[in-house]
């Protein structure tokens, strides 16, 4: 029996659909991607979308909630998120800031639009597409340089393959970093660090405890 979970609908959110979890296989689910920077307190946030193909369309605005040179996560209001032109597969209009370079627009592809934890926000997921070689530039020496996303062992080794210079030079330093994480999330370490600290310490306790019995 395939488990399934509760998701609104895309045009009216109150409303709500069940979603197969088989529909997403688990190996698309842990690939690797290109690492992001999760925005913080002090970063320009502001982030203003249109439809890409219209001059005089409405123009609607979000948060954005993390950033990488090859795409974006926008928090918008469920109001907002009614827009017909965030369908997914739709190409946007989209004006962010990249952290000290200032304020760019360019274009984008909607890839998901989903509930977010918090009430009444929704996570937009955007693929940046025809994106100028001067701004791809910019996005990775200024995005990928401040990332810590050390989710997957392979998400800069990924970056790289994508010909994001900065990326290849922190592979060794976020490599490590990566799967020290990996490994400290699963249970097996766990479970061979407990066996091992039982090993090296049973010729010690074992006399102690057949004293006490």
């Not at 659909?17 to 913080?40: C, D, I, N, T």
């Not at 701004?135 to 200024?142: H, I, N, S």
Request: aromatic fraction near 8%.
């Amino acid at each position: 029996m395939n488990s399934t979970f509760v998701l609104p609908t895309r045009d009216r959110p109150t409303n709500y659909r069940k979603v197969s979890m088989a529909a997403k296989p688990l190996s698309q689910r842990y690939a690797p991607r290109v690492p992001r920077y999760s925005l913080v307190a002090e970063d320009d946030g502001r982030v203003r979308l249109a439809e890409g193909r219209s001059h005089d369309g409405p123009i609607i605005e979000g948060r954005l909630a993390n950033l990488s040179a090859t795409g974006a996560m926008i928090s918008l209001r469920e109001s907002t998120a009614r827009a017909r032109f965030l369908d997914e597969g739709e190409m946007i209009k989209i004006e962010l800031a990249i952290p000290d370079r200032g304020r760019f627009a360019f274009f984008a592809t909607v890839v998901r639009l989903d509930p977010a934890a918090e009430d009444q926000l929704w996570e937009l997921g955007l693929v940046f597409r025809n994106l100028p070689t001067a701004v791809a530039q910019v996005l990775d020496r200024y995005v990928t340089t401040r990332s810590t996303d050390y989710s997957h062992p392979e998400n800069f080794d990924f970056a790289a393959s994508k010909g994001l210079e900065h990326a290849a030079h922190r592979m060794t330093p976020t490599r490590v970093m990566a799967l020290l994480q990996t490994t400290l999330r699963s249970p097996l370490w766990w479970l061979a660090l407990i066996a091992f600290a039982v090993a090296a310490l049973s010729p010690v306790l074992v006399p102690i405890i057949l004293r006490q019995v």
